[in-house]
């Protein structure tokens, strides 16, 4: 297998975006609920 600068790149941006993707989910749920009630 080669790697290129480019799959890094993928792969670092792909795990960044799930870390921050989960980090914000909670907040903007809550953000919701807090809307709702």
Do not use: E, H, K, Q
Not at 11 to 26: D, H, M, Q
Request: hydrophobic share 45%; net charge positive; with cysteine.
């Amino acid at each position: 297998c080669t790697y290129r600068v480019v799959d890094i790149d993928d792969v670092i941006t792909n795990t960044l975006g799930t870390y921050l993707g989960a980090w914000l989910l909670p907040r903007l749920v809550r953000r919701s609920w807090f809307m709702r009630g």
